[in-house]
């Protein structure tokens, strides 16, 4: 398994603010993903994060909302944008390494926002 | 489109009692993973199993075992001899060889009672 870091682990915000989730792992990794998951719910992917170049998004996702970077293999970052009640959820970061089909997650960021 | 099912919501059982979890899942693909995680309270998603589709073998390790059909697409999921640490909500995933995102079902709370 890889060693995730994700930060912070939770937040509280106000609306129409933003909030930038990191996520930095221990060893290099091919694919790096971040997926939402609202209260009670199951877990949809937002994006996965290529290095070096944009996102690619999932359908019902934009880039203005939800920024991501990925400057290098072990490092990614989702921004919240123009935050609403509705985005209250916990976010995750996921990667795999070479070789694996097996994807690990890191604590997850739980996010209200009030 | 790829889509997981787990149709049971919630499961309780009492502390050594054996607990089967369904998982019902559509691909295009031949070549797909299947897999299962367990989110316990804390939040964090624990990577527990996974299978190829070109494996039908089905296995144990440890208390947890899996029986993989691909002529029903189904993928289940039995921990033996409960224990209350295993109280969580477990959720089944998909990915297609080539993209590696992840498809999860609704998830399935397990209460495991002392």
């Known amino acids: 398994s890889a060693v995730i870091s994700q930060k912070p682990s939770r937040d509280i915000c106000q609306r129409g603010t933003s909030l930038t989730i990191q996520c930095q792992v221990d060893?290099?990794?091919?694919?790096m993903f971040w997926y939402r998951q609202q209260p009670g719910q199951s877990l949809t992917l937002i994006a996965t994060?290529?290095?070096?170049?944009?996102?690619?998004?999932e359908s019902g996702f934009v880039i203005d909302k939800f920024p991501i970077s990925r400057p290098n293999l072990t490092f990614s970052t989702l921004t919240v944008s123009n935050m609403s009640p509705e985005d209250s959820s916990i976010y995750l970061c996921?990667?795999?390494?070479?070789?694996?089909?097996?994807?690990?997650f890191g604590q997850g960021t739980r996010l209200t926002v009030v | 489109a790829q889509k997981v099912t787990q149709a049971q919501t919630e499961i309780s059982v009492v502390e050594k009692e054996d607990v089967t979890l369904d998982c019902v899942y559509e691909?295009?693909?031949?070549?797909?993973?299947l897999f299962w995680y367990k989110q316990p309270p804390s939040g964090e998603l624990v990577f527990l199993i996974r299978?190829?589709?070109?494996?039908?073998q089905n296995e144990i390790s440890g208390r947890y075992s899996w029986n993989f059909q691909k002529s029903t697409s189904s993928f289940n999921f039995t921990i033996t001899a409960s224990q209350v640490v295993d109280s969580a909500v477990y959720f089944c995933a998909l990915s297609e060889a080539g993209d590696y995102k992840l498809s999860f079902g609704a998830g399935t709370t397990v209460t495991v009672r002392a």
């Open positions: 691909t295009r693909d031949t070549t797909y993973y």
């Open positions: 994060a290529n290095q070096g170049s944009e996102a690619t998004y």
């Open positions: 996921s990667v795999l390494r070479r070789g694996n089909t097996e994807a690990f």
């Open positions: 299978r190829n589709s070109f494996d039908e």
């Open positions: 060893s290099q990794v091919t694919m």
